[in-house]
Nanobody, 124 residues
């Protein structure tokens, strides 16, 4: 499984960005794809995840109401639409994937496949 994350950039506070995670290497039924982020000096944290087949979503509290995760099965791509961005959203954002075993699946250690990360910088 190969994952490529892109779409990061510099945006002003209150603005929006859409991140993309392009997946290849296999069919992704029964998989889950998650977004994580790591700010400077901090540990990597969960943002959101979506199951490939059912489209079930789960969000971190920090993302609820502002971020939306979605997928396009035909394009093998998962998106993270980020609105009302804040300076504290500044981080490197990573997408990750693994077989979905149920539950919230919001722990980094549950994911075996990782993309390279894309930088999001929000200026205040």
């Amino acid at each position: 499984v190969q994952l490529q994350a892109y779409g990061g950039g510099l945006v002003q506070a209150g603005g929006s960005l859409r991140l993309s995670c392009a997946a290849s290497g296999r069919t992704f039924s029964s998989y889950v794809v998650g977004w994580f982020r790591q700010a400077p000096g901090k540990e990597r944290e969960f943002v959101a995840r979506i199951t490939w087949t059912a489209g079930s979503t789960y969000y971190a509290d920090s993302a609820k109401g502002r971020f939306t995760i979605s997928r396009d099965n035909a394009k093998n791509t998962v998106y993270l639409q980020m609105n009302s961005l804040k300076a504290e959203d500044t981080a490197v954002y990573y997408c990750a994937a693994n077989l979905y075993l149920g539950g919230s699946f919001n722990f980094e250690r549950l994911y075996d496949y990782w993309g390279q990360g894309t930088q999001v910088t929000v200026s205040s």
